[in-house]
């Protein structure tokens, strides 16, 4: 059986959580054993703010040891897995530790603030013998999935053209200091970064612009090409600057040579060429559950990390720092071919 630590409670924390308490009911080799955070005693009397809703406001944690420091936990208990829900600045030292230490380590996305950070935690995984994964739950999300298996089948011809969208209010908190969030950019617009790095690789090059409205450095508002040489048009756009009733916004319209692929209020519909159009028929769980499952199944099973590979979490963030290198250049090429 794993026994999991997970370090962080606020909202991916909790989300994190209500999905262990579902594995486990379910009886996957899998067991959560404790929680730290600083302000445990605080956080699970108090709701916590998300772009989706968590099963509880309130939790009740009296089945868990609880710590506020990481030290008396690895000290205490005996743990296989340690799950990280932290603020990004925090992965980089803490996974590499961790694994060196001897635990397989979960890190929710983004790897870390820089590239050089998350390859640091890749090479640690690699030294030390054991898995990391970056929670790029988009990965596991069963709408990306099903557009994941349409381009690499190619069943509707190449792909011509591509946009992304995710947007919601502004996260509050430590996120709208860009210095340590990254802003919008890297902590909103990577799932479509990532995904389009999952979906097509490495663009050679990439003109993002962007627009700084409400955070106190970096971008709120970001709108990125990606150049793939072949001449298909790839946009990604992203915005925490919908506040009032708009709410958290993801989707996708994907352009091949026969039809058409929209996702958006959480359904996919497929449009072919010369066929009716219907409702792709989707896994019901989200990307959360999806990819802990999976993380527990490739430990349990000693199967290599092929899905969310520390190793492509590190080119995703490169593409993001040429991003935000061309939007400090008002959009501006920048290479990424070296």
Partial sequence: MLRVGLIG????????????????????????????????????????????????EIYDLSGYRLYERIEDMLASEQLDMIDITLPTPLHADLASSLLQAGYHVLCEKPAARTAAEAQKMSDAALSSGKK??????????????????????RRFGNV?????????????????????????????????????????????????????????????????????????LINA???????????????????????????????????PNNEAGFTAQLEPDTGYYRELLYFINAITNDQTIDISSPESSVVTLKIIEAEEQSANLKGQWVSLTS
């Fill in 160 to 232: 011509t053209g591509a946009h992304f969208f995710r947007g919601s209010g502004a996260p509050g908190g430590w996120f709208m200091n860009g210095a340590l969030s990254g802003g919008c950019l890297l902590d909103m617009h990577i799932h479509d970064t990532d995904m389009i790095q999952w979906l097509f690789g490495k663009p050679e090059r990439v003109s993002t612009i962007g627009n700084n409205v409400v955070s106190e450095q970096g971008y709120d508002i970001v709108s990125t090409h990606y150049d793939y040489g072949d001449g298909k």
């Fill in 237 to 271: 756009q992203a915005d925490w600057t919908l506040e009032g009733d708009h709410g958290f916004e993801m989707s996708y319209r994907v352009n091949f040579e026969k039809g058409n692929i929209l996702f958006k209020n959480n359904e996919v519909k497929v449009n």
């Fill in 9 to 56: 409670f606020g909202f991916m924390g909790r989300m994190h959580f209500d999905n262990y308490e579902r594995l486990m009911q379910e009886m996957h080799n899998v067991q959560l054993v404790a929680i730290c955070d600083l302000k445990i005693e605080q956080l699970k009397n108090e709701k916590a703010n998300g772009n989706m809703a968590t099963d509880k």
């Fill in 132 to 153: 990391l994964m970056i929670g790029q739950c988009l990965r596991f999300w069963p709408a990306y999935e099903y557009l994941k298996e349409a381009v690499s089948s």
